[in-house]
């Protein structure tokens, strides 16, 4: 008898899932709508080219070695992290009230985050503090905070299905509603799934209700720069909460926007109200992550502190990141035209109007069944797309597919 | 005020509090004998040279990208890090019973395991399940299992300081009156920090009492062919218990072994009755994993499969590693000898019985005291030495200071 006998199956990760069944299929024109990493026109991983640059530099610096990293992280990796999504200007930089600690991706950005929250804020390993996500949220925001111990993670109003966009009186009523202290986790730029941001309008007027209410904003910032291909832009919710006087978490990924998905790049930014407070918080902090990970992986963190640290690189970066914007923007742009070219039942406006990598298409469960069954379509039961699936050669496909499924089925 | 006020300031973890103690002293004969990374005889870090060579051959495989590893992690890495531990031909891995999780070094391979036993050993979410630790242990074990959620982390008889050897018969009786599936965390090899690890009939005696007491084998296998030049020496414990037909875990690190202290390339090894509980105990881990770190950092697993899976770069790491291991046997039969010369009160075979990277020398709190702010010779205080800190330019300074201390502090 094994000691194991009783230990269940557990599901796979729906996008994961999707992706193997993708693999599996063998018809021709197949497309992979589902898990989120851009592609090519041709349909392939896209290794930056100065992501290849760097790694080349770091092979060749013999001044180098794989001595451990600080539990915190590399520094020059926090703090360049920390000004991408801040400022180089940021005044609470300046001040000397900004920290940092380096994660393994977004996911550890947030894990870490939340350890932290469940044992230091609003009292002492207060369980019971309710964490809101979004309506929809990233499918691993709900389950990283429970595990981290939050006993009450709620949803908070965000999508509104009816209209394709945002629910702001949904979201106000929600703010205005929820216990004193808290949590908010808001998605910086280009929300995922729906694509979806509150315009700056918008998030002022997130801001003061949080502020008034006094709810603690953890942003998640996974794809700066590669929304609107602008890294101040994609900041400016940030920079606005920081600018109004909150303390602040920001957990960030380089997952997209330097395409090291693989190698686990993130960042914990804290933004505290003085030096004082930062250090104590990041000295918790390091306890967190010496029983998690001890230490973080350093090849990631070394090809991004290289390449925002020096000038020449960094602009190649930015230009790069550009690039990927601005290829999603083009199959957004040509989705929309194809289906409005064919006629296809609706409104399709929301394919432009939505930013980053994913578009909430509107296509209900039985629509997006079909689309995988009889068209071999791949892509969330929620409708949402990876814009960064579609390319010259399948677009075409991926529109008509959408067409028939839409006339076809309700 | 800020919301981070009543967090108080954490104390540092004591063996980075040493070496940064060391950095700031201007002694020019200070000697860093603290924490726990192999140095040359220059006293300086030492990136293997078939590490060097591998990154090479990484950086320029145009075939290689950075997309998501599976959450599991690279499977060849897996395959091949669970080889290293079991052996080639083991049986168990044959019979398809042998699983394994990438994780973040060794600590990641313990965090998972014990979040994994917490949830699903010996009856659903069970907290209160003894965890028992050596005394003394690696520092951070404790705090792992107590982060996991285990209420119950003990202690277990192990190193006798009077007889400056194992104390076997505390070691068993400690496991005769352990509730029945407590858990157990055993050292491979190189205990740490004592240096002391169990002859083989020792380990037969440990194997039959814990089978017959159903307690759970939780290997931490950090030094593996690091400690004997031996690959297959080192595993010897881990195999044995095996071979006893027992359902286990290894968490096996890199760190050492392959220098690649900062990529944080750890495996946990699971060993099931059969595929199918193994499968099920997997998809669990997974579930586990996705909330902590998503999926692993792929550089230093890269680097490991590639040198385990051709047998060129196996040998010559194999190489790699016995010029380590020989470089610390020859320091310890040094230091041992200049000290015998000295007439340094005490016995001192214990330095070259004792096996790995450190020694317990035996030394009080009050004699490292004296060594550190007397001499500038940074130790645990514990009386733990890294024997990588000596070198021949050191060691004569070294055995003097050990001398002065033990002659006039008692």
Not at chain 1, 401 to 408: L, M, P, R, Y
Not at chain 2, 307 to 327: C, G, Y
């Amino acid at each position: 008898m094994s000691i194991f006998s009783e230990v269940p199956q557990a599901p796979p990760v729906a996008v994961f899932k999707l992706t193997a069944d993708f693999r599996e299929d063998t018809h021709a024109q197949k497309v992979n709508l589902g898990v989120g990493a851009y592609r090519t026109d041709d349909c392939q991983p896209w290794v930056l080219p100065v992501v290849k640059k760097v790694e080349r530099i770091i092979v060749e610096d013999t001044s180098l070695n794989h001595e451990y990293l600080p539990i915190l992280g590399l520094p020059e990796l926090r703090s360049a992290s920390s000004k991408v999504a801040l400022g180089e200007d940021s005044p609470a930089i300046k001040e000397g009230r900004v920290g940092a600690v380096q994660a393994l991706g977004g996911t550890g950005a947030l894990r870490i985050g939340a350890e932290f929250l469940r044992r230091w804020y609003n009292g002492t390993n207060n369980r019971s503090t309710p964490v809101y996500v979004s309506a929809p949220t990233w499918e691993n925001h709900n389950a990283v905070f429970a595990d981290a111990g939050f006993a009450d993670v709620r949803p908070y109003h965000y999508w509104d299905g009816a209209k394709k966009g945002l629910d702001q009186t949904g979201i106000m009523d929600d703010l205005e509603k929820a216990p004193e202290h808290s949590i908010f986790v808001l998605h910086a730029c280009a929300h995922n799934p729906t694509g979806t941001d509150p315009t700056p309008d918008e998030w002022k007027k997130i801001a003061e209700v949080m502020k008034r209410r006094q709810l603690f904003a953890f942003f998640d910032s996974a794809y700066q720069g590669f929304a609107s291909g602008n890294l101040d832009k994609d900041a400016w919710a940030i920079r606005h909460f920081v600018s109004q006087g909150f303390e602040l978490f920001c957990a960030q990924s380089f997952s997209k926007n330097f395409g090291l998905y693989n190698e686990r790049v993130g960042n914990l930014t804290v933004v505290a109200q003085d030096k004082d407070n930062l250090s104590r918080v990041l000295s918790q902090m390091e306890k967190i992550v010496r029983t998690t990970w001890s230490n973080p992986p350093s090849q990631g963190a070394r090809i991004v502190a290289i390449t925002l640290n020096n000038p020449e690189l960094f602009t190649e970066w930015k230009d790069n990141v550009k690039t990927m914007a601005d290829r999603v923007l083009l199959m957004r742009d040509q989705l929309k035209a194809k289906l409005v070219a064919l006629g296809t039942p609706g409104t399709w406006d929301h394919i432009t109007e939505q930013i980053g990598m994913f578009s909430f298409t509107g296509l209900n469960p039985k629509q997006v069944d079909y689309m995988i069954k009889e068209r071999h379509v791949y892509l969330m039961a929620s409708g949402r797309i990876n814009m960064c699936g579609l390319t010259s050669k399948n677009i075409d496909y991926v529109a008509e597919s959408i067409h028939e499924a839409v006339s076809k089925v309700q | 005020m800020s919301l981070f006020t009543e967090v108080p300031q954490a104390s540092p973890v004591a063996v980075f509090k040493l070496t940064n103690d060391f950095k700031e002293d201007p002694n020019p004969k200070k000697v860093n004998l603290g924490v726990g990374a192999y140095r040359t005889d220059e006293g300086l870090p030492w990136v293997l040279p078939v590490v060097k060579k591998v990154e090479q051959i990484i950086v320029a495989d145009p075939s290689l990208n950075h997309e998501y590893l599976p959450i599991l992690g690279l499977p060849e890495f897996r395959s091949s890090a669970s080889k290293i531990a079991l052996g080639e031909d083991s049986p168990a891995i044959q019979e398809n019973r042998v699983g394994a999780v990438q994780c973040l070094g060794g600590t990641g391979a313990l965090r998972i395991g014990a979040e994994f036993l917490r949830r699903w050993y010996n009856g659903n979410d069970n907290t209160r399940t003894p965890v028992y630790v050596s005394a003394p242990t690696w520092e951070n074990h404790n705090a792992v299992f107590a982060s996991a959620g285990f209420e119950d982390v003990r202690p277990y008889k192990y190193w006798n300081a009077e007889k400056r050897g194992l104390d076997l018969s505390g070691f068993l009786g400690d496991l005769e009156s352990a509730p029945k599936r407590s858990i157990f965390v055993l050292h491979a090899c190189a205990h740490n920090p004592t240096g002391t690890d169990p002859s083989h009939v020792d380990w037969m005696q440990v194997a039959e009492v814990m089978k017959r007491r159903k307690l759970f084998v939780f290997f931490d296998s950090a030094y593996q062919g690091f400690a004997s030049g031996c690959l297959e020496k080192d595993a010897w414990a881990v195999r044995y218990f095996v071979t006893q037909g027992f359902e286990m875990f290894c968490a096996q690190s890199f760190s050492k072994n392959f220098g690649l202290y900062n990529e944080r390339v750890g495996n946990l090894t699971v060993v099931a009755r059969d595929a199918d509980n193994l499968k099920r105990v997997l998809s669990q881990m997974e579930k586990i994993v996705r909330v902590t770190w998503s999926n692993p950092p792929c550089q230093g697993a890269r680097l490991v499969a590639v040198t385990l899976t051709d047998p060129e770069l196996f040998a010559e790491w194999k190489a790699n590693v016995k010029t380590m291991a020989e470089r610390v046997l020859l320091m310890r039969s040094s230091l041992r000898s200049k000290l015998e010369a000295l007439g340094t009160p005490g016995t001192w075979d214990h330095i070259t019985q004792q096996i790995g990277m450190f020694s317990f020398t035996g030394l009080n709190p009050k004699q490292v005291e004296y060594l550190i702010s007397e001499k500038s010779v940074y130790l645990m205080a514990s009386g733990r030495i890294n024997m990588c800190g000596l070198t021949t330019k050191n060691i004569d300074y070294v055995a003097e200071s050990i001398h002065e201390s033990v002659v006039n502090v008692q």
